[in-house]
């Protein structure tokens, strides 16, 4: 994959990641589309934007911290397929 392919592996991953879950016995909790809620805190953080329920979250939320605490900066340097596994 390539940098213009990120959008194809957020859609993959969401295949497995995408929906509302509260598993108590989870130890990551309250997630949504596979981003649990003290990754959004921290999200909200640094843009300076209040705390909230991270069943809040937005696709233009989760698809940036997708690219820039997952994605980057290891995935666009390797190989196709790697990329994508190691996302």
């Given at each position: 994959?390539?940098?213009?392919?990120?959008?194809?592996?957020?859609?993959?991953?969401l295949v497995d990641e995408?929906?509302?879950?509260?598993?108590?016995?989870?130890?990551?909790?309250?997630?949504?589309?596979?981003?649990?809620?003290?990754?959004?805190?921290?999200?909200?953080?640094?843009?300076?934007?209040?705390?909230?329920?991270?069943?809040?979250?937005?696709?233009?939320?989760?698809?940036?911290?997708?690219?820039?605490?997952?994605?980057?900066?290891?995935?666009?340097?390797?190989?196709?397929?790697?990329?994508?596994?190691?996302?």
């Open positions: 994959m390539t940098v213009a392919n990120f959008p194809r592996a957020l859609k993959l991953v995408g929906g509302l879950d509260d598993d108590q016995p989870d130890h990551g909790g309250r997630t949504a589309h596979g981003i649990i809620q003290r990754e959004y805190d921290g999200f909200r953080a640094r843009h300076d934007l209040p705390r909230q329920d991270v069943w809040k979250i937005t696709p233009a939320e989760y698809t940036e911290i997708y690219h820039d605490r997952y994605w980057m900066p290891w995935c666009d340097r390797l190989p196709a397929g790697m990329d994508y596994a190691f996302f």
